[in-house]
């Protein structure tokens, strides 16, 4: 099953079919109650977060043709209301690290919105117009659905990181006959390349000696035959 984007839903939807759309606060207090962490953890986080909501809860109760997948029985979209647009990563981390669930995070100041999740490490969306924003909801049971999730935040997260280059999210997509931890490995090898691509043309680009200029491109033409 493949629930298609549908851009004339409002941005908390995410394009997500329209059964699987809540709206249930998540007091940041009951979260500071909850969770152990120290005096200046909840103080950064209250200066940064405004309020959390869960905006959508997808299971087979809400997609029915969705089946439970082995680990994955639920998936959650948190909505988290910040109050200014540059934030500290660690206190989504923390949040992130502290919720037990799978959840998509969906970070929202005035119009504009990022998608961030956790597997293994934080990894987060850059900055898109809220009208933009959105997920489909592909496969046939919850794990699969999860994955995909994850391969799409980490993908155009790892393309914002290498300035832009969308063949690291289509390696992220495509990486036939790997699990997504591997394919997640290549994408952030395939991405730390590219950083060092692009400074090597910074730097020759600025370099005035022949001699030096030389030596920067055979050193980037080996870099990109690993690509």
Known sequence: MCAMNNSSLLTA?????????????????QLFKR???TPSQRERFDAEVSRLDFVNWI????????????????????????????????????LAKAIPQRVVYLLRYEDETMLAVHYLKLYITPWQHAEGMSLQVCGINLDMVWEGF????????????ADGNGDIQHDIQHAKGMSLRDEIRVGEERAKLERQIAALERQMN???????KRELFVELQKLKSLL
């Open 13 to 29: 939807n995410l394009g997500l079919p329209e059964a699987t759309r809540v709206k249930r606060p998540l007091p940041k207090a």
């Open 35 to 37: 969770f152990d962490w």
């Open 59 to 94: 299971s087979p109760r809400t997609v029915p043709a969705i089946a439970v997948g082995n680990e994955v029985k639920e998936i959650f979209v948190v909505e988290v209301q910040l109050k200014r647009r540059c934030f500290d990563v660690k206190s989504i981390e923390l």
């Open 150 to 161: 994850v391969r799409i935040i980490v993908g155009t997260s790892l393309c914002d990181v």
């Open 206 to 212: 600025a370099t005035k000696q022949p001699r030096r």
